[in-house]
């Protein structure tokens, strides 16, 4: 069993708490990580059997910031959320790391309120890793978390998105591209014109890409606003939930195609599997001083045992500690 423990947030998710629960605990036994659950005791002890798992632990919390909640009220409001607790229990060394599926905007909250921001760094930024078939993961940043931007904050979302495929993603020098509209150095709004000549000073940099590069093997790390960056992500999750839908429609749709798909499907599954975000283990805040994963809303118990994983990993990675180094070096 690891030093790592990592604080799950019990109450956030669509799913919570029965599904939270359950990955909370399969996570104690097969993450190597310890788990701290935190929640309502009224709504989760009833999930849990008598004999915790070796490594596993329970902490009340009274309050829940839920999904519609605002996010700045929220964690402002709700001390004693299992939200703000996770946050805390990573601030005071109870825990390593953090995990909750809840309210984004509330679980980036009480990220910054509780641990704060890794010096030098002006906004936070989420990263998510994007499924390329056939090649590792694209890392997508910032997909939410600082909506309206500077250039040089791009900048410094570049070298944060960089450091983080090193060290997740083992990619040792990873190709860098600002989100656009066209491939050219002149394309784009504002923003992205003021951007572009600031990133080419940056190792990897390959200059503008555009959104149907991101799930290709052409880079490795693009580069965003968050309201531009989420649009990005939410539109993919529609369009790839739609083809799944109509794909598997067809194959059910006549008894000939029936037979067809007895050929095809374990192929089909195979790469639906590749794309299943709950693989993932969700998207990292880059920019705080701690280890927080934030899960999509709709995770399984599989997802969050995912989650731990990656918080874990990236505590044993010393992640926060490569961030600080790469802002560092910028200054």
Known sequence: MTDVVVAVDAMGGD?????????????ATESGAGVLLIGQEEAVRPLLPADLPAGFEFVHASEVVGMHDDPAV???TKKDSSLVRCAEAVRDGRAAAMVSAGNTGAAMGAALLRMGRIKGVARPAVAVPIPVPGSGPTVLLDAGATVDCRPEWLVQFARLGAEYARVRH???APRVGLLSN????GKGDELRKAAHPLMAALPGFV????????????????VTDGFTGNVLLKGFEGALRMMVNLVFGALGATEEAEKASEVIMPG?????????????????????????????????????VNAVRVAADAVTAGIVDRMKESVRDAS
């Open 268 to 304: 089909l599954l195979a790469a639906a599997a590749d794309l299943d975000p709950d693989g993932t283990g969700g998207a990292m805040l880059l920019g705080v001083d701690g280890v927080c994963v934030i899960s999509h809303g709709s995770s399984s118990a599989r997802a969050i």
């Open 74 to 76: 929220g964690v402002r």
């Open 207 to 222: 200059g503008n890409v555009e959104g149907r590069d991101v799930m290709t093997d052409a880079v490795d790390v693009v």
């Open 182 to 185: 066209g491939e050219e150095a």
């Open 170 to 172: 083992g990619i040792e």
């Open 15 to 27: 799913r919570a708490p029965e599904e939270i629960a359950a990955g909370a605990l399969a996570a």
